[in-house]
């Protein structure tokens, strides 16, 4: 497949004050341009041309010689949904039932689940992502470093914060832990979430 970058799902000035309009400048249309742009050109002419992008990540994961495939597809699949798990006016407490639910099934509540999410996120040492996933029909807390992502750890993405530099700097500077509560609070889609999970449900 040819990697494209798609539009944000909302202008970039939504999400202020929480993400400013000069994140978003950067971060979607310069960093996961560069994604787009040169996950392209890796994969041209090999193995991975043609595959699905969740075939490419997986496949070229650890492989030396596909270290360019692999972060570029990789963040471009993180990416594709980042800008899709946030949404203006977002975060809360307020998630579709079954999700809830769930989410209250394995954690215990949903404040205990959030704690272990921005804790993951806090933690991650440089850049990575913090995730909620399923694997083996249960909703885990898990970090990855880099364009990691569950996928390559035989589990299912439902919900990723972005911890890299580029997602939070510019509003919050070196506070990571405002960043991530702020997208709990008042970014997360869980609409979004919630339709992703009832895939694998």
């Known amino acids: 497949m040819t990697f494209t970058l798609p539009n944000l799902p909302y202008s970039h000035d939504a999400l202020a004050p929480h993400m400013s309009k000069e994140t978003l400048e950067y971060h979607h249309d310069k960093h996961h341009q560069a994604y787009v742009t040169n ?22 994961y650890g492989k030396s010689a596909s270290v360019g495939v692999f972060n570029n597809a990789g963040q471009h699949y993180n990416h594709l949904h980042f ?25 215990g509540s949903l404040e205990k689940f959030k704690a272990d999410f921005a804790a993951a ?15 083996n ?7 990855t470093p880099n ?20 997602s939070y700097y510019i509003d919050y500077r070196n506070r990571r832990p405002d960043y991530l509560k702020a ?12 339709q992703l999970y009832s895939k694998v449900a």
Not at 137 to 143: A, D, H, I, W
Not at 147 to 166: K, Q, Y
Not at 183 to 194: E, G, I, K
């Open 83 to 107: 800008w899709n798990w946030m949404k203006p006016n977002g975060g809360g407490d307020k998630l579709p039932g079954r999700l809830e639910k769930k989410i209250i099934e394995d954690f």
């Open 121 to 135: 996120g806090a933690g991650q040492f440089g850049s990575g992502w913090a995730w909620l996933q399923v694997k």
């Open 137 to 143: 029909g249960k909703l885990e807390v898990s970090k």
């Open 183 to 194: 997208f709990l609070d008042h970014l997360v889609n869980w609409d979004y979430v919630d």
């Open 39 to 60: 996950g392209n050109n890796a994969i041209k002419g090999t193995e991975f041309e043609g595959k699905s992008l969740e075939d490419i990540v997986r496949s070229s």
């Open 147 to 166: 364009a990691e992502n569950p996928l390559i750890h035989n589990a299912t993405p439902i919900l990723g914060c972005d911890v890299w530099e580029h």
